[in-house]
C-alpha cells in the first residue's frame, strides 16, 4: 500500500486522492493501521512517548514522522553530568516568625521526585531569604542552609513577620516524561532533563542528534518536541499539578545563563525576578522590564541553538518540524526570532477554536494541527464517550479552519486504545474528510472579512497572538471564560485580526486600516492592561481615535486603574464607570434598559455574561443601557464625538454571544449594512465564503437539526436546512 506523499504547501491543490492526515502508529498494530489509515486517508504515521514502529509499519509507505526531544534523549550522560541538569528557582512555603528564630523547611509543598535542592552552587549567592511582611531582603549573615536537611534557619527574625526562601533547584524529572509516566502509569526509570546552557551539554547533544540520524534511515520528518525547556509545571508533593503556566520560562533559569545575562545586558537578575512575589511571571501580570529582557536572552540563545539542530536534520535530508506545546519555552511562534530556526512546519495541539488559530496563523511554511482528544487512557476507557470529546473540540476548530486551515491534520497517544472503539474510528474518517473537503474548496484562498481590521489591545501584544487569557491548553478556568470567549468567538467570525500592545500604540499610534479596537480583562491583570492606562499619550491616542470615527469595545473592567478620581480611565468613551467603594455617596443617574437594538437584534435568550460585574453605573447621558443584572450594567452602547463604544460585562462562548460580538463589532464599526452580506438569520449556522473558488459552505455548529435563511449581497435568500453538526457547500 502506497500512499500520496505527504502534502506540505498550502498551494499544493488537493485532487481525490486523500492525504494531509497524521496517525500515531505502534508497533503490533500492523493491521488496524492499514484499516484505519484507509478509512482516515492517511498518508503520515507517527511514534508518541512510550511508541515503536516497526519494520513493517516503516515499509508501508507512508511518510514517517519520528518524535525527538534531545534533552532527554540520552539519560546514561545526564546522569553522569549532574552538574548540566536543567534548573529553577522555587519559593518555599510562607512561615510566620512566632520567635527570633525560624526554620524553613525548603521542600514542603513540592514533588521530591521532580526537585532537588541545588547544594552545589553557593547558597548566600544565588538565593534570598525575604520578609514578606516588610519586603525587605533578609541579610546573609542572618541565614544559615543545613544542606542534609533541606531547611534553611533564619535568625533574628521579628515575630509575626512572615518569610520565605527563594532556592536554586535542579529538575531531576523532565516535566512530560513525568506527565506521561504518571499518566499511563510507566515503569521505565525517570528521565532527567539536560540544560543546553553549558557547553559540554550542548556540545554532546548536537552528537547524539547526529547519531539519532544515522540510526533513523526512514524518518522523513524530524519532530522536536518542543526544544529545550519546558514551560512552568510545578508538582506538589502528593505528585499532582501544582503550577503550570504554559508561557513560563522557568526551567531556563541557571547560574550559568545568569552571569551569562549579566554578561549581554549589563545588570545581574535577582532570584525576586523570577519568583515574583509568589506569581512567578504569570502571563496575567504586565511583564516587568526585566522579565522582557529575561524573555529576550532566552529566545535568541534557543533560536541559534535550535536552529543549528534544523539545520543538521536538513543536512540528513529530513523535514524539520517543531510541536507547539511542552518545551516551547523560548520558542515562540510570533517572537521576532522564531524565523530564524528554518522550520519546514510547525504542529500543535488544538483542543478549541483559539489553539487552532494559534497554530494556523504562525508564519511558517506549514502548520499541523494535532487534534484532541489524546489517545490516552483519560479517555480511551470502558464506559468513556471519546465521540463526544472529539465533537466538541471540532465543533470549535472547524470554525477556525474555516477562517484560515492548517495544512494537515492528526492525532497523538496509542492507536491501540481508538482502536477499541469503532464509534469514534468512524466518527474520525468523517472529521477528516470534513478537513480536506475545506481545503479542495478554499484552494489555499483567503475568506471574505469585513473591510476593517479588529485590533485587540493588552500589555503583550502580538507575542501572545491567540493567547490571551489562557493558563494551560484549553482548559476551563473561572476567571478566564468570560474573556476567553471573546477569543472562541473571534477564532471563526469575518475580522481581520491583529494583537497590539500598549507600547505599540504609544511608538505607532493606531493602523488606519482598524477599525475596532477589543480591550478584555480584568482590573490589574496584562490583559485590561493595568498602569497602562495612567500613560497620557496612550489614553488620549484612543481618546482622540474614537472620537474621529473609531469603535472601541471593552468587555470586564477595560481602561481599569485608579487613578486622579476615576477607576475606568476610558469612562467618558464607554459611557459607564464602576463603583469600587470610593464614590458610594454619590448618587447614581436612574436607568432605562432599551428594548430593541441592533446588537440584540438576534438574541432570543437571556444573555449568558458569564461571571459577570457588579456595581457598573451610567456615567453618561448618552449611554443606552441594552442589559442589567443586579441593578449593574452589563451591556451598554455610547456615541462619543463621531466613534462608538460597547461594554460587555463578559461573554462567554456560546453562538448567540458570538452573533452579540459580531453585531457590537460591526456596530461601533459604523458598518452595519456589510454585515447584511452573506448573513445567516440563525446564529447557530454560520456562513463562509470565498470568492476566489466561487463557492461558500453554511454550517451547523449544534447538535440539533438547524434552519437558516442566508442572505446574499444581491439581496436574495437562500434556505438552508443541515443536520447536527453538519454542513453544506454551495457555487456563489
Not at 139 to 159: C, H, M, R, S, Y
Not at 207 to 221: A, F
Not at 651 to 657: I, R, S, T, V
Not at 717 to 729: D, F, H, N, S
Request: aromatic residues 12%; charged residues 25%.
Amino acid at each position: 500500500m502506497r500512499l500520496k506523499a505527504i502534502t506540505w504547501l498550502m498551494e499544493v491543490k488537493m485532487t481525490k486522492n486523500p492525504g494531509r492526515v497524521t496517525l500515531p502508529a505502534e508497533k503490533g498494530m500492523e493491521e488496524e493501521i492499514l484499516r484505519i489509515a484507509e478509512k482516515w486517508g492517511v498518508d503520515a504515521v507517527r511514534d508518541s512517548d512510550g511508541t515503536k514502529l516497526s519494520d513493517e509499519i516503516l515499509n508501508m509507505g507512508f511518510d514517517i514522522y519520528s518524535t525527538l526531544c534531545l534533552i532527554r534523549e540520552d539519560n546514561a550522560w545526564t546522569k553522569a553530568n549532574r552538574d548540566c541538569l536543567q534548573q529553577t528557582y522555587l519559593l518555599s512555603e510562607p512561615v510566620i516568625a512566632a520567635g527570633n528564630t525560624i526554620k524553613v523547611d525548603l521542600m514542603k509543598g513540592y514533588f521530591s521526585e521532580q526537585f532537588q535542592i541545588d547544594s552545589v552552587h553557593d547558597p548566600k549567592i544565588w538565593w534570598e531569604v525575604i520578609d514578606r511582611t516588610t519586603g525587605d531582603i533578609v541579610p546573609a549573615a542572618q541565614w544559615a542552609f543545613e544542606k542534609d536537611a533541606g531547611i534553611v534557619t533564619i535568625n533574628n527574625a521579628l515575630p509575626w513577620h512572615k518569610y520565605t526562601v527563594s532556592f536554586l533547584a535542579c529538575q531531576i524529572w523532565e516535566p512530560v516524561s513525568m506527565y506521561n509516566h504518571i499518566t499511563n502509569q510507566w515503569k521505565e526509570e525517570h528521565r532527567l532533563p539536560v540544560d543546553p546552557r553549558h557547553p559540554k551539554a550542548r556540545k554532546h547533544l548536537l552528537e547524539v542528534l547526529e547519531k539519532w540520524l544515522e540510526e533513523h534511515p526512514g524518518t522523513d520528518i524530524v519532530r522536536f518536541t518542543t526544544f529545550f525547556y519546558n514551560f512552568d509545571l510545578i508538582y506538589n508533593e502528593n505528585g499532582r499539578e501544582r503550577q503550570v503556566d504554559w508561557f513560563g520560562y522557568l526551567s531556563c533559569v541557571s547560574p550559568s545563563a545568569l552571569q551569562n545575562f549579566k554578561k549581554e545586558y549589563g545588570y545581574r537578575l535577582r532570584p525576586e525576578d523570577f519568583i515574583d512575589n509568589g506569581y512567578y511571571n504569570t502571563p496575567f501580570k504586565v511583564p516587568s522590564g526585566n522579565y522582557l529582557d529575561w524573555m529576550d536572552f532566552n529566545q535568541k540563545f534557543i533560536a541559534g541553538f535550535a536552529k543549528e539542530c534544523v539545520d543538521m536534520v536538513h543536512k540528513a535530508g529530513k523535514k524539520a518540524i517543531m510541536f507547539l506545546g511542552d518545551h516551547w519555552a523560548g520558542t515562540e511562534p510570533y517572537g521576532k526570532y522564531f524565523g530564524e530556526i528554518g522550520l519546514d512546519a510547525v504542529v500543535g495541539a488544538a483542543g478549541d477554536g483559539v489553539t487552532t488559530r494559534m497554530i494556523s496563523d504562525i508564519p511558517v511554511k506549514a502548520t499541523e494541527a494535532r487534534f484532541y482528544p489524546y489517545f490516552f487512557p483519560d479517555i480511551f476507557y470502558k464506559g468513556g464517550n471519546p465521540v463526544k470529546e472529539s465533537m466538541e473540540v471540532w465543533r470549535k476548530s472547524r470554525r477556525a479552519l474555516l477562517r484560515k486551515p492548517t495544512d494537515r491534520m492528526g492525532y497523538g497517544g496509542y492507536l491501540s486504545l481508538a482502536a477499541a472503539f469503532p464509534d469514534f474510528v468512524e466518527h474520525i474518517g468523517q472529521v477528516c474528510d470534513e478537513f480536506r473537503r475545506i481545503h479542495q474548496m478554499a484552494r489555499g484562498t483567503k475568506p471574505l472579512s469585513a473591510p476593517f481590521k479588529v485590533a485587540v489591545l493588552n500589555a503583550w501584544g502580538h507575542i501572545r497572538t491567540w493567547m490571551t487569557h489562557q493558563v494551560a491548553h484549553s482548559l476551563w478556568n473561572q476567571r478566564c471564560y468570560s474573556y476567553l470567549g471573546i477569543m472562541e468567538a473571534l477564532a471563526g467570525l469575518p475580522f481581520d485580526l491583529e494583537f497590539i500592545s500598549f507600547e505599540d500604540i504609544r511608538q505607532n499610534g493606531i493602523s488606519e486600516d482598524t477599525g475596532v479596537i477589543i480591550n478584555a480583562g480584568d482590573a490589574g491583570t496584562s490583559w485590561s492592561g493595568a498602569e497602562y492606562w495612567k500613560d497620557e499619550e496612550i489614553v488620549t491616542a484612543i481618546r482622540s481615535w474614537v472620537y474621529n470615527g473609531g469603535g472601541f469595545i471593552g468587555v470586564g473592567e477595560p481602561s481599569a486603574y485608579e487613578y486622579n478620581g476615576s477607576f475606568f480611565q476610558l469612562s467618558d468613551v464607554l459611557g459607564v464607570q464602576k463603583e469600587t467603594g470610593y464614590s458610594v455617596s454619590h448618587n447614581k443617574p436612574s436607568i432605562s434598559v432599551a428594548e430593541k437594538h441592533f446588537i440584540t437584534a438576534d438574541i432570543k435568550n437571556p444573555i449568558d455574561f458569564g461571571e459577570g460585574m457588579n456595581c457598573i453605573y451610567k456615567c453618561s447621558d448618552s449611554v443606552e443601557v441594552l442589559a442589567l443584572n443586579n441593578l449593574s450594567c452589563s451591556l451598554t452602547v455610547n456615541g462619543y464625538g463621531n466613534g462608538r463604544s460597547v461594554y460587555i460585562a463578559g461573554l462567554p462562548f456560546n453562538m448567540e454571544n458570538t452573533r452579540l460580538l459580531s453585531r457590537a463589532i460591526y456596530w461601533t464599526a459604523h458598518k452595519e449594512a456589510e454585515m447584511q452580506n452573506w448573513y445567516s438569520d440563525n446564529p447557530e449556522v454560520e456562513c463562509a465564503v470565498y470568492p476566489e473558488t466561487g463557492c461558500f459552505v453554511a454550517v451547523n455548529n449544534s447538535g440539533q437539526n438547524q434552519l437558516s435563511s442566508i442572505l446574499k449581497p444581491s439581496g436574495d435568500r437562500i434556505a438552508v436546512q443541515l443536520e447536527p453538526m453538519g454542513y453544506k457547500w454551495f457555487e456563489i
